[in-house]
């Protein structure tokens, strides 16, 4: 298992991971298996969406912010209800196939570490299991 460390440095936001991870399966030397990418947080999530136009990343956390705010009478005296929600709704995993070695990913797709309780320093778990 590869630890990578995600450094983020707003409340909410979307970092780019793809090369990262890229890399921790180039190391294993493994060319035909699985890549799971594992959040160990609750208030931070992982996700596959447009590596193209970072308009959409932005969309992604303003919608998020809309719908669930920060402060909305929630029980959590930690005050950071809405980071939690939005993990859950992200999601802690994701899984992509490897194939000759590279990330099966769609021509406009990318892993996205989703940020909702930063500027922290983060983990992101990658375990590459090899296909016999
Ligand atoms: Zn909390």
Do not use: Y
Request: charged share 25%; proline share 3%.
């Amino acid at each position: 298992m590869t630890v990578l460390t995600v450094k983020t440095s707003h409340r909410e936001e979307l970092v780019d991971v793809t090369r990262q991870v890229q890399t921790a399966a180039d190391k294993t030397g493994v060319e035909s298996g699985i890549v799971i990418c594992f959040v160990p947080h609750t208030t931070a999530g992982i996700t596959i969406n447009e590596d193209a136009d970072p308009d959409v990343q932005r969309d992604i956390i303003d919608k998020l912010s809309r719908e669930i705010p920060r402060d909305d009478g929630f029980h959590h005296t930690e005050g950071n209800s809405d980071a939690h929600i939005k993990a859950s709704l992200m999601g802690s995993s994701v899984q992509v196939l490897l194939e000759t070695g590279q990330l099966v990913l769609g021509r406009w797709q990318g892993i996205f570490f989703c940020e909702f309780d930063g500027p922290r320093s983060r983990q992101l778990l990658v375990k590459v299991a090899r296909f016999a």
